[in-house]
């Protein structure tokens, strides 16, 4: 962010760090965008050249984030002019990256700011096997560039129902399952003899921009993000990472739950979402809010995510508070829009708990959070209020860009 960082302190909320006890009473001290001390207000001292912002009776949480949206690549209200999540014309699309068809004005980023959501992970569509590469966004900035937090954050890719009917229709491979598998195989095989050429040569090789992007999901830099809805296609896709080595995150997960204890023993994380759909395809009609409480209690890393703009990401709390209603135990719950999607991202040095020396990205409510009566009052990124929310009015602003 171009504005200057200032410098606050958050006096006397019920403070929330997720990693670490809560609070009661407590001070979060921003130095210059950075959070710099975090306590009980009687331990933590206030120099007299901060903003102080009286808290009490409010609660203090780290910024949500969302792990999987399509903020900027599919805008709202646009029609096919804003649609550019989808290079539909070659299944193997790697070397594309997200971050050229973000639009950082699009409304989506102003909803997330008001609902507290920080950070994104704005990824590819799912209509190719290969989809192309994913970034980790800051939701304020005027352009894409400042808002970066990780680029590349991985390579989407996709199992199942959508490549085999996008790549069906077209009469083009792949039309099935086996056919979208294979697609895969041959990608990665490529992939490998590239890199051994490139190994082997005492020449310059031409590039191969689809390789070089596989070879950082092969070498392990970033992880492999596999779009799949049914439990044989988790299956598909745990048997192609174990086969070739890559970190691999599940996308959606809808019924990961059904095979909780295979995702658990590859210890394989499960981005969980959108919940509020309808049974709109056969592959998410085991859809269910309780989904996110069993992996958690199987021992799976669990995220939970909107998939923006099927579900609007001002919901992304909303189904935080189903899940917990169906059983997911409530700091479990919290992490899952906090530090769990940070760790995925690896951007957990950075955001998802309220520790000293991570980005002061912070959100004000005006309760408890999971109660849906309550609002986000202001929201911090880097120190810097990009919103604020005027109860006597009952209207809020965000930042202009």
Same mark, same amino acid.
């Given at each position: ?18 990693? +670490? ?5 407590? @001070?979060?001290?921003?130095?210059? +965008? ?28 780290? !910024? ?6 399509? %903020? ?9 002019? !804003?649609?550019? +999540? ?23 980023? /102003?909803?997330?700011? @008001?609902?507290?959501?920080?950070? =994104? ?15 980790? $966004? ?45 697609? %895969? ?19 310059? =090789? /031409? ?10 999901? %092969? ?82 890393? =669990? ?18 508070? $189903? ?22 991202? +690896? ?14 990205? %912070?959100? $004000? ?28 009015? !009952?209207?809020?602003? =965000?930042?202009?860009?």
């Amino acid at each position: 962010m171009s504005t200057p960082r200032p410098s606050l302190a958050i006096v006397g909320a019920r403070v929330v760090p997720v990693e +670490g006890e809560v609070i009661e009473e407590g @001070t979060v001290l921003v130095r210059e +965008g950075v959070i710099s001390a975090v306590g009980p207000r009687a331990e933590v001292e206030v120099p007299e050249d901060v903003e102080v912002v009286d808290a009490a009776g409010r609660w203090v949480l780290p !910024g949500l984030i969302d792990a999987h949206v399509h %903020l900027g690549v599919w805008e709202e209200g646009e029609g096919w002019a !804003g649609i550019d +999540g989808n290079e539909s014309t070659d299944p193997v699309m790697a070397a594309a990256r997200a971050i050229d068809a973000i639009n950082p004005r699009e409304q989506g980023f /102003d909803d997330a700011i @008001t609902a507290g959501v920080t950070t =994104v992970n704005v990824n590819p569509g799912s209509a190719n096997p290969i989809g192309g590469q994913a970034v980790a $966004l800051k939701t304020y900035g005027r352009y894409v560039d400042e808002m970066v937090l990780r680029n590349p954050s991985g390579v989407k890719a996709a199992l199942g129902e959508n490549p085999k009917r996008v790549y069906g229709e077209q009469k083009k491979t792949p039309s099935t399952r086996l056919g979208v598998a294979l697609v %895969l195989r041959k990608a990665f095989s490529a992939a490998r003899s590239y890199q051994a050429r490139k190994a082997a040569s005492d020449s310059p =090789v /031409d590039t191969d921009l689809v390789s070089e992007a596989l070879l950082l999901v %092969l070498e392990r830099e970033i992880p492999w993000r596999q779009h799949c809805h049914r439990a044989d296609d988790i299956a598909t896709a745990i048997r192609l990472a174990e086969e070739f080595g890559y970190r691999l995150v599940l996308d959606h997960g809808t019924e990961a739950y059904l095979v909780a204890d295979l995702v658990a023993q590859h210890d394989v994380p499960v981005l969980y979402g959108p919940m509020i759909v309808s049974r709109s395809k056969v592959e998410v009609r085991h859809r269910t809010p309780k989904a996110p409480g069993i992996l958690d209690r199987a021992g799976v890393e =669990v995220s939970i995510i909107t998939d923006h703009p099927v579900v609007p990401i001002d919901y992304l709390i909303t189904q935080v508070a $189903l899940a917990v209603r169906e059983g997911m135990e409530r700091d479990a719950a919290l992490r899952a829009v906090t530090i769990n999607p940070a760790r995925v991202l +690896g951007v957990e040095d950075r955001v998802g708990s309220l520790v000293a020396g991570k980005d002061a990205d %912070l959100a $004000l409510w005006s309760g408890d959070p999971l109660d849906l009566q309550s609002r986000v009052l202001r929201t911090w990124i880097d120190g810097v209020e990009v919103y604020a929310y005027d109860e006597e009015a !009952g209207s809020g602003q =965000v930042l202009p860009r």
